[in-house]
């Protein structure tokens, strides 16, 4: 008999030219696949091929490049007012995702009403609500690494966990492994 394999139900999308990507790494927990976007390729394509193969999805969070109602996922740049040569990108990445899909838009690209504009614009396109940092507090993906997710009477600074996550490097799956020391 075959173990069960786990399939996330979560994606994580990380453009790489935002400084301090790695950062939210830790951060994806183990219901979520993360998608480090390549440079040189259309990021929706890229967002929406990976939701494929996970489907349904109930949580995409995009963490983009960018600016202030501006978010560039690859070479797809994301601007509420010219959204719709994407538009067909948009809707299969939409095909993917669950019923009641939390989408989230987080960083830069999500400031202000330019972002709470884009949000709103992308919305019509996913049919789906799409929040933004501004919008809502921001949710905690469940994470083995997490001490904060851990009682603080279990903390120690001899307690060691391994976290280990999918991380999808445009589109090849390899293995992120991190020991995160906890602390008082």
Known sequence: MRPAVHKPDQILVLDPRLTGWPSYLISAGPDAAVL?????????????????????????????????????LGQTILEATSLAPQAAQMQRLAQSLAPDARIQMRGLPGIGAPGRYLAHSLSGYFGRI??????????????????????????????TKACKLSVLDGGKVSAYASTASTSI
């Open 36 to 72: 480090i976007l390549d440079v040189h390729r259309d990021g929706l394509v890229q967002i929406a091929e990976v939701a494929e193969s996970y489907m349904p999805v109930a949580g995409l969070v995009l963490i983009g490049h960018g600016s202030a109602g501006f978010l560039v």
């Open 130 to 159: 799409v929040l933004t940092d501004q919008m809502a507090p921001r949710p905690r993906l469940a994470s083995t690494c997490d001490a904060a997710a851990t009682p603080r009477a279990k903390i120690s600074t001899e307690k």
